[in-house]
């Protein structure tokens, strides 16, 4: 059978075959070329590699060959007949526009599916409408059963005023209830869920959190930052099938929308455990590179990174992930000068630089990666001076990297806000800004209220650290935001709304090409898999996703309306549109 059936897209042919020739041999007998599983043809091929031709940024080709889990051929359809064997499968594509798959740089897969499981509060427009799902919830719930939820966001409301524990009195009938924010930086408890969590008229404000209170010196049930884990201490935790059940949920959702790898923050070790039995059962369905808790001791971060092979590419643990200020929508990301709408308040830092300095150097000297989350210039500032210090003694000591060398890729998270000096100190450091260009199509509504036009202009900066030379990697904070990644590619491209009505410094737009880099090349080099995934060639493992559309030659409103066709994993299909 020919699998020449339909006209070739053009281009020049790219074929190469696994598997090292003998010195000098330049051509391999017909009988002796490995034969493919299964031939994906008649694709739009948007290999990643940069092409030799004016009329394209990107080489583009026609046809996949999947050996295994890794590709064995790219080329025109007509070439891949060399390929193929008895037993291999042909899948007809249909001209569709092929490219590798999306590797989201930064999510929280066990929140995500916890809220999937419990109340979604998510885009209400109203304190209203939050009451009215609350209420619904508590019909439905057992005597004295907790509340949970996320996803509220006070900026969308007719009054942009938090809510209160009062309001959620009114209609919880005795149940205790916790809603945190969209962002996952404040929450809101109710009187019931302050009383069990002993937050009350005396309690203090920990270390990197703030309890809000009435003139009278009460807690309104807002908690920012680390005041949350006072309430959070005593909810019931979810046991190992609705655990499993949330996560189950939203790799069907990755897989839907073309995410094939993940770099992962659940902070309880339980959902690594799970993925572990998902990955035995065949039913892992994305890669999933597991970030541990910086603040841990490094005895049991090291248990923990040594408990499963590093080499497993479908499952291992990756980064430390650290936290060092909040987030500008609930102003308490760290800032050098206060906030412009808030002239008050600098944000709220996590840490005393100097146990944090020390912490880090004892982390990147244990052979650990780093990334901290910082998103105010404060925040960032802290990350870039702790980097500073832990990578000098790691060269001095002559320490190895997580990748054997001296490369440690130490990493910044959303870096929002960030100063010119800074971003070169990005440069010098190689330290990599890992951010999430859809956060500009919520934050874009207040984001000059809170940091006057100066600091705005220079905040979501990605044109500018591309420019110097900086790292990038994208990906989207799932749940915070929806894990598509075509807002956040409309968003790189566009810096307007998703109404196209409004824009926020338009100079700091990025190519579609570029954008597509971050959230895959970009992303594969962040977690040292750079020669794994990425792009489309021969040796690379065989991760890719069929749209709907060429990306590349969409306009950008069409391009939020993207649909994935297939979704490939390791050369099998995950996900098929029906």
């Not at 999947?66 to 390929?83: E, H, S």
């Not at 149940?175 to 005396?202: C, E, K, M, W, Y």
């Not at 065949?282 to 808790?293: D, F, I, M, N, Q």
Request: charged share 25%.
């Amino acid at each position: 059978m020919s699998l020449t059936g339909k006209a070739g897209l053009g281009g020049a042919v790219l074929v190469c075959i696994l598997g090292a020739m003998s010195a000098g041999q330049t051509s391999a007998p017909a009988d002796t070329k490995p034969k493919a599983d299964i031939i994906f043809v008649h694709a739009n091929v948007y290999t990643g590699v940069p092409a030799n031709t004016p009329f394209a940024s990107i080489e583009r080709q026609e046809a996949i060959a999947v050996k295994g889990d890794r590709i064995l051929a790219v080329g025109k359809t007509l070439d891949m007949d060399k390929f193929k064997g008895p037993q291999t499968r042909i899948v007809d594509l249909g001209g569709h526009f092929t490219m590798p798959g999306f590797n989201d740089a930064h999510l929280h897969l066990d929140d995500a599916g916890q809220t999937k499981l419990s109340v979604d509060v998510t885009g209400v427009k109203s304190l209203d409408e939050l009451r009215s799902r609350v209420a619904n919830k508590v019909r439905e719930s057992r005597a004295g059963e907790w509340i949970m939820g996320s996803g509220w966001d006070e900026t969308l409301w007719p009054v942009k005023v938090t809510p209160t524990r009062w309001d959620l009195d009114e209609v919880s009938d005795g149940h205790p209830v916790f809603l945190v924010r969209i962002d996952g930086h404040i929450a809101v408890a109710n009187t019931r869920a302050l009383q069990l969590g002993s937050v009350n008229l005396a309690t203090r404000d920990p270390q990197g959190g703030h309890i809000d209170r009435n003139q009278s010196g009460e807690p309104t049930g807002i908690l920012r930052e680390t005041a949350q884990a006072a309430v959070l201490a005593v909810v019931p935790k979810p046991n190992h099938q609705q655990r499993r059940q949330g996560l189950e949920l939203v790799l069907a959702d990755l897989a839907a929308y073309g995410v094939t790898s993940c770099q992962d923050y659940s902070p309880t070790w339980e959902a690594f455990q799970i993925f572990e039995e998902l990955e035995k059962e065949g039913k892992l369905t994305a890669r999933v590179s597991e970030w541990l808790p910086f603040d841990e001791p490094v005895e049991s971060l090291t248990m923990k990174r040594d408990s499963h092979p590093q080499s497993d590419l479908m499952l291992h643990t990756g980064m430390l992930k650290g936290f060092m200020d909040g987030s500008l929508g609930s102003h308490t990301a760290a800032m050098l000068e206060p906030y412009a709408d808030d002239p008050k308040n600098s944000g709220l830092p996590r840490y005393d630089p100097v146990k944090l300095n020390e912490m880090t150097k004892e982390r990147v000297l244990a052979g650990f990666q780093i990334g901290f989350h910082a998103i105010g210039d404060k925040g960032v500032q802290m990350a870039l001076d702790a980097f500073s210090e832990a990578e000098k003694s790691a060269k001095e000591g002559h320490i190895k990297a997580a990748n054997g060398g001296e490369d440690y890729r130490l990493r910044i998270e959303h870096a929002q806000v960030t100063t010119p000096a800074q971003i070169a100190q990005f440069k010098q450091l190689k330290v990599i800004a890992s951010m999430q260009p859809n956060h500009l199509l919520t934050d874009m509504r207040w984001a000059q209220d809170r940091l006057g036009p100066k600091r705005a202009a220079t905040a979501y900066a990605w044109l500018a650290f591309l420019n110097k030379g900086v790292g990038l990697a994208f990906g989207t904070d799932y749940p915070v935001e929806p894990v598509t990644p075509f807002r956040g590619l409309y968003a790189a491209v566009t810096r307007k709304s998703e109404n196209g009505k409004q824009e926020y410094f338009l100079e700091q737009r990025i190519t579609m090409d570029q954008a597509i880099a971050a959230y895959t090349q970009g992303s594969a080099f962040a977690e040292f898999e750079e020669k794994e995934k990425g792009k489309l060639v021969p040796g690379m493992l065989a991760d890719f996703v069929v749209l709907d559309r060429d990306l590349t030659a969409s306009s950008p409103e069409k391009i939020l309306a993207s649909k994935v066709l297939r979704t490939v994993v390791g050369g099998k299909t995950v996900y098929e549109a029906k």
